[in-house]
């Protein structure tokens, strides 16, 4: 939908793939980690090949959600969004299901 809407030189979207399969057993920071160092890549990657970055959205369901909070606090301590604007939508429960 997003796709139809933006052309590829408009929208980039990653799915992050570091935390796949018995990875997320590692638990939510060494999660949150991978996934920042993943985000950080493709950033570098895009702008070296000359994109100029100026949004970033973020979105995590249950312990992705969780993995996604602690990657926008090392982006946000890394300085990331000092020239991209950050648009973060977590979604994520405790063990009894609530927010």
């Not at 992050?16 to 060494?30: M, Q, V």
């Not at 070296?48 to 369901?61: A, E, F, M, P, W």
């Amino acid at each position: 939908m997003l796709r139809a809407k933006y052309g590829e030189d408009k929208l980039h979207i990653l799915v992050a793939k570091r935390n796949s399969g018995s990875f997320t057993y590692d638990g939510i920071e060494l999660g949150g980690e991978r996934v920042c160092q993943e985000i950080e890549e493709e950033l570098e990657k895009l702008s070296n090949d000359g994109q100029t970055i100026k949004k970033l959205s973020i979105v995590g369901y249950s312990l992705g959600g969780l993995v996604a909070r602690y990657a926008v606090g090392l982006l946000e301590s890394r300085g990331v969004f000092e020239n991209i604007e950050p648009f973060v939508s977590i979604d994520c429960h405790d063990q009894n299901g609530t927010l």
